[in-house]
C-alpha cells in the first residue's frame, strides 16, 4: 500500500519545524490519518489496501485506519532524514 496524495518531503519539512526531535513522529503521522468514514474509505481503497490475518477482531475502520496508518507512516520514514544528517 503506497500513500500517494501527500507530498511526504514536504510533510517532513513541516515536522521539523513543528519538532525538535524524532520523538513526535507517530503522533503527526496519527494527525494525517482520516477521522471520517468517507475520507477513510477513500483514501483506503485508492492505497489499494487488503484486509490481512492480524485485522480480526478489529471494526472495518479500524482495520482500514492501521492500514493508511502503516502506509503514511512507510512513506513518512521513506522521505525522512534524521536530524543528525541536517547538522553534520
Known sequence: MKAKDI????EVEEYKTQYDDEDGIFEHID???PIYTGDIL??????????TADDVGLTI?????KH?????LESFMEAWTPFEDEEE
Open 42 to 51: 477513500v483514501q483506503y481503497w485508492t492505497m489499494g489496501g487488503e484486509i
Open 7 to 10: 507530498n511526504w518531503d514536504e
Open 31 to 33: 494527525n494525517l490519518v
Open 68 to 72: 493508511i496508518f502503516d502506509a503514511y
Open 61 to 65: 475502520s479500524q482495520v482500514m485506519q
